[in-house]
């Protein structure tokens, strides 16, 4: 069983930066794609980057480009989501979530039907 707990979440005012992090802990964490969604109030749940098991391969979604980072330190079993430039419409819940499918695979996908271990959330809130 692997559980995912996320931190970092905060209040930060529009061009600020926050640092997001997901520890897992329960079986292997390091061989999963990882990835991180985010959900405003009334909205669905929005991808906004991925990360390969080996970190080879990155995916951002478009409004994380140029301002998201996304890395892993597999020896931590840590998952980091750093931002930058903050928006207020980046305010949201954000979850951490692994791709089991995707073991030992170079891929990673946005799709969130295929994921299927997911953390609590964190709150961020971006203030104009």
């Known amino acids: 069983q692997v559980q995912l707990v996320e931190s970092g979440g905060g209040l930060v005012q529009a061009g600020g930066s926050l640092r997001l992090s997901c520890a897992s802990s329960g ?31 990155t995916y951002l979604a478009d409004s994380a480009k140029g301002r998201f980072t996304i890395s892993r330190d597999n020896a931590k079993n840590t998952v980091y989501l750093q931002m930058n430039s903050l928006k207020p419409e980046d305010t949201a819940v954000y979850y951490c979530a692994a791709d089991s499918d995707a073991n030992y695979a170079g891929y990673v996908t946005e799709r969130a039907i295929e994921y299927d271990y997911w953390g609590q959330g964190t709150q961020v809130t971006v203030s104009s």
Do not use: H, L
């Not at 999963?32 to 990360?51: C, L, N, S, T």
């Open 27 to 57: 079986r292997i964490f390091s061989t999963y794609a990882m990835g991180w969604f985010r959900q405003a109030p009334g909205k669905e749940r929005d991808f906004v980057a991925g990360i390969s098991w080996s970190g080879g391969n």
